[in-house]
């Protein structure tokens, strides 16, 4: 009943102005995998743009103090969370099966993706990095593995895109988009900002967009 009430309401919206959701990402987080693979069937259902945005939390989380991530410092949060992804996972049924190294290092994998949204192939290119990492369970960290991923798509000068994403013109759009994280406020990955309010978490990706939706 609750789903089927979202899903009418926003049709209803959809007569009025389109209404937005920010979608901020981190490549090495497996909640914002599962969150790509579900968000974009609910925002068709239910009439809503996303704004797809790849950015780092490794200079956020270096701000608080961490060096590693907080799954890796400390070990009880490591194994709740470690077992809660597969929770997760089974429960969307979706595949899951961690990279033998994590967190991987996503910071090519994240300048790629913002090629990719400015030529219209970032979103595909970052459900395929979450693939090849969360399901597949293999590396995304090397320009090797970025390039298989580009090659798998099909992009044609993957020697081209590689350099342009790692040229200064990237790193310094990263970098302040990164910046513009922190300003946000956000903290975690997945996060999802509907009408200037913070949602951090893939739990709360439907209740991010009842919020856009007005209700």
Do not use: C
Request: no cysteine; proline share 4%; charged share 25%.
């Amino acid at each position: 009943m609750f789903w089927r009430a979202f899903v009418v309401w926003g049709r209803r919206a959809e007569r009025g102005d389109m209404k937005e959701l920010q979608f901020w990402y981190e490549f090495a987080s497996p909640y914002s995998y599962i969150s790509m693979m579900r968000i974009g069937d609910i925002a068709e259902q239910v009439g809503v743009e996303v704004h797809y945005q790849p950015f780092l939390l490794g200079p956020i989380f270096k701000d608080f103090g961490w060096e590693l991530s907080p799954f890796i410092t400390y070990p009880e949060k490591g194994r709740y969370f470690f077992r809660d992804i597969q929770r997760e996972a089974a429960a969307y049924g979706l595949p899951l099966t961690m990279p033998a190294e994590f967190p991987q290092r996503g910071l090519l994998a994240a300048r790629t993706a913002l090629v990719g949204m400015e030529e219209g192939w970032g979103v595909a290119f970052s459900q395929a990095v979450y693939v090849r990492q969360f399901s597949e369970g293999l590396s995304i960290s090397g320009e090797e593995d970025i390039g298989f991923i580009l090659e798998s798509m099909e992009m044609g000068e993957v020697g081209g895109i590689l350099a342009r994403a790692q040229s200064d013109e990237i790193k310094g759009k990263l970098f302040k988009i990164t910046d513009q994280a922190k300003a946000l406020g956000i903290i975690g990955a997945p996060s999802f900002i509907a009408r200037e309010e913070l949602f951090w978490g893939n739990d709360r990706l439907e209740r991010a967009f009842q919020y856009a939706l007005g209700y």
